[in-house]
């Protein structure tokens, strides 16, 4: 398993096509001022000793060379050894909320930012347990099955967004059944589900499904994202850039308000504890509390325990490839003199 420790270097990517952009400009701008000047053709005899293609090489060679520097800064690592692995703890399944409301920035940077920092806080104080991630608006998706590999989640935590279900809305007995699923059939204990919403536009049996599922040994806990004077949902273009606020039928900006009654009783009907996520790392604190409280299993599951680092090999590819370009001049060698003959 290949994984990269800082994917936020990735973005460093963006200056290839950046630099390509650059240096046709600069040979079409180039091309055209010696056209002003003359005959292209009698000015390259002019000029013998220069290979174009020579140039175009060392160009490819820059590119490469900044492609597996970008890869080493990454941080690539290799999971060598698949183990078996026991442990005690519990089974967690967090069930988080990806509608367009999420997008509100009545908190900072936004609810659903906010959200996805409070589970990457929580992971780090969980010992044992294993963790699985739903995603729901409209509908709701397994998208991790339960594990004790974090890294892996949280890998697939970065890559979520509200466009990651298709279908809008905020169905959480929908989440709570796919969370269900998650578990063992036979486990009567040893469970839990964390929600974490706004609340909004909820159907009314979420309340009956968590009270099914606390009977069976489930505890449910709520975390309420958003504020009770609300904020607007802003409307993104294709870029990323804000154009405009959502609007109802009538033209009206909507303004999203988290639903913490509903909250409430959503924890209490599942035996669980309700909280606003204000303070992230209080809010994991108390959670990670909640969690030791219940009854432990032994777990087994296989993980990848040993990751091995690979960047310097990227490194080592780039090295030989500047040493190469070290090599390569823009003149003429005499093996091209004895070709053009």
Request: charged content about 20%; cysteine-free.
């Given at each position: 398993m290949l994984r990269f420790e800082h994917t936020e270097?990735?973005?460093?990517?963006?200056?290839?096509?950046?630099?390509i952009g650059i240096y046709f400009y600069v040979h079409y701008q180039t091309k055209k001022q010696?056209?002003?000047?003359?005959?292209?053709?009698?000015?390259?005899r002019l000029m013998p000793d220069r290979n174009d293609k020579k140039s175009n090489i060392k160009f490819i060679l820059f590119n490469?060379?900044?492609?597996?520097?970008?890869?080493?800064?990454?941080?690539?690592q290799m999971g060598t050894k698949m183990e078996k692995v026991q442990r005690k703890g519990i089974d967690v399944v967090i069930a988080l909320d990806v509608s367009k409301s999420m997008l509100s920035q009545d908190?900072?940077?936004s609810r659903l930012e906010k959200s996805k920092l409070l589970i990457q806080t929580l992971l780090k104080k969980l010992d044992g347990d294993r963790v699985g991630l739903v995603i729901f608006a409209g509908n709701a998706y397994l998208q991790m099955p339960l594990t004790v590999d974090y890294s892996s989640l949280l890998l697939y935590l970065r890559s979520i967004n509200t466009n990651s279900v298709p279908t809008q809305g905020t169905i959480i007995t929908e989440a709570l059944e796919k969370s269900e699923k998650a578990f063992k059939e036979t486990d009567k204990k040893y469970?839990?589900?964390?929600?974490?919403?706004?609340?909004?536009?909820?159907?009314e049996n979420a309340i009956d499904k968590a009270e099914e599922l606390a009977s069976d040994g489930t505890k449910i806990f709520t975390i309420g994202v958003g504020t009770a004077n609300g904020g607007t949902i802003p409307v993104y273009d294709q870029n990323g850039n804000k154009?405009?606020?959502?609007?109802?039928?009538?033209?009206?900006?909507?303004?999203s308000k988290m639903n913490a009654n509903m909250l409430q009783a959503l924890a209490k009907g599942g035996n669980g504890n309700y909280y606003v996520l204000d303070n992230t790392k209080q809010v994991a604190e108390f959670l990670s509390k909640d969690i030791a409280k219940i009854e432990?299993?032994?777990?087994?599951?296989?993980?990848?325990?040993?990751?091995?680092?690979q960047f310097q090999?990227?490194?080592?590819?780039?090295?030989?490839?500047?040493?190469?370009?070290?090599?390569?001049?823009?003149?003429?060698?005499?093996?091209?003199?004895?070709?053009?003959?």
């Open positions: 270097y990735f973005f460093l990517l963006l200056f290839i096509p950046i630099t010696l056209q002003n000047i003359g005959n292209i053709d009698l000015i390259k490469l060379i900044l492609f597996f520097l970008i890869l080493g800064l990454a941080q690539p908190v900072v940077p469970k839990a589900i964390i929600v974490i919403t706004d609340g909004e536009d909820h159907e154009v405009a606020e959502k609007k109802d039928e009538n033209g009206q900006v909507i303004i432990t299993k032994t777990i087994n599951d296989k993980v990848f325990t040993d990751f091995v680092e090999y990227f490194l080592i590819f780039a090295l030989l490839l500047l040493i190469a370009d070290f090599f390569i001049t823009y003149r003429k060698n005499w093996f091209d003199f004895k070709n053009e003959k």
